[in-house]
């Protein structure tokens, strides 16, 4: 038994001696995608401290979430200043909670407060309205106030038109898989010009993002975001506005292994398929 066991272990070293290449590595996640990385700097904690150079709108990115909720569950209001320490709640149940909670609800008390008052009116004697009609008017345009602010964003309810951020070929597809990609990724040459595939406001120009290297987030209405990752150089900053075909950034390899755009598109923080929105 020991001389055979012998033989097998000298049939083994002898074989990994004459071996002229490396012996193969076993894919231990299955996927050949290189978005496994990205996928293992996504947000799955139930907090997350605010890193240098993020934003809201970054942060509730890589989580997953509606800025809008993210805003909500931390009590941060416009213009959604955040700081590096900062600790920001990103569990499910506050999740739920926002969600549950009406966005309109302002607009809502406001219209039950004008229809209470035309009631009131009602009930006065006609020689006392005369005298109120001034107050009327002045609780009117106090109660408007609130709604123009809502209201202040100058974004579409709804986004015109798509067009393709890149001219390029394109070499991978949005995929619903675990890790796949959740977007579309176009093959080019470093400098290759990238555009803004809508109209809309820079929310997120930076590379604090591990995995997205020098990226662009462009906020186009309430409901929708486009990101714009692996730039060799960004010719855009935050805040700034952009219209649909402008350049934006110039096509690269930041933080990835090969020139490549990664242009993703989300709604209310969820991605959804891109060839969906643009033209066929």
């Not at 049939?11 to 290189?34: E, F, H, M, T, W």
């Not at 390029?168 to 595939?197: C, H, L, Q, V, W």
């Not at 020098?214 to 714009?228: E, G, P, R, T």
């Amino acid at each position: 038994m020991k001389i055979f066991l012998s033989l097998i272990l000298l049939l083994l070293i002898v074989g990994c001696a004459n071996r002229k290449y490396p012996a193969p590595i076993v894919k231990i996640d299955q996927v050949s995608s290189p978005y496994s990385e990205v996928h293992k700097n996504i947000i799955t904690d139930d907090s997350y401290q605010v890193q240098k150079g993020e934003t809201l709108y970054s942060i509730a990115w890589k989580a997953g979430i509606d800025f809008r909720l993210l805003a909500q569950m931390n009590n941060i209001s416009k213009p959604y200043e955040i700081f590096p320490g900062q600790k920001l709640n990103l569990s499910q149940g506050a999740v739920s909670i926002a969600k549950n909670k009406t966005i309109k609800q302002p607009v809502t008390e406001i219209k039950t407060t004008q229809k209470n008052n035309k009631k009131t009116i009602a009930k006065e004697k006609p020689e006392e309205y005369g005298k109120n009609q001034t107050n009327q008017k002045v609780q009117k345009k106090v109660q408007k106030e609130p709604i123009k602010k809502i209201e202040s964003d100058s974004f579409p309810s709804k986004v015109r038109k798509w067009r393709y951020p890149s001219d390029g070929k394109i070499i991978d597809t949005y995929s619903t898989k675990e890790n796949g990609n959740r977007g579309i990724d176009f093959g080019g040459r470093p400098g290759d010009p990238i555009i803004a595939a809508a109209d809309g406001k820079v929310v997120y120009a930076g590379s604090a993002l591990r995995g997205f290297g020098n990226l662009v987030i462009i906020k186009h209405n309430n409901d929708y975001l486009s990101a714009y990752a692996h730039n060799r150089s960004l010719l855009v900053k935050e805040q700034d506005w952009v219209k649909a075909g402008q350049i934006i950034a110039e096509m690269g390899s930041s933080g990835t292994d090969k020139v490549k755009l990664h242009f993703e598109i989300r709604f209310r923080g969820r991605t959804v398929n891109p060839h969906k929105y643009l033209p066929k």
